[in-house]
């Protein structure tokens, strides 16, 4: 399976950095192979403009933005998704994961 590439997009880019590491965790126990990163709202465009991304999960804390970047991605068919806020909250990196995976197929 060739590797997929999954941004975690939040308002700064450091919350995520721990849930980052857990979903790299998760991928390693399930044996995905996927290139998982975390940036701030502010860092998105320029990653999407590259077209190096297959999957984009918004934090909670700027969903309010999810149209926005569902419209800059319509041609290039990157999923966009929020990240459900207990997941979130609990840094499950196994239900995140999933949820990206899910998102790519």
């Known amino acids: 399976m060739m590797s997929k590439t999954i941004m975690l997009v939040c308002s700064a880019g450091m919350s995520t950095s721990l849930l980052v590491s857990k979903m790299k965790q998760a991928a390693t126990e399930k044996g995905f192979e996927a290139k998982i990163f975390a940036v701030s709202a502010n ?3 320029s990653y999407l403009e590259n077209g190096e991304v297959d999957v984009m999960l918004l934090g909670p804390q700027i969903r309010f933005m999810r149209r926005q970047f569902e419209e800059k991605v319509s041609d290039k068919g990157i ?5 459900d806020m207990r997941d979130y909250g609990m840094m499950d990196g196994k ?3 999933d949820k990206a995976i899910e998102l790519i197929k």
């Open 95 to 97: 239900k995140v994961l």
């Open 79 to 83: 999923g966009v998704d929020v990240i």
């Open 43 to 45: 860092e998105a465009d």
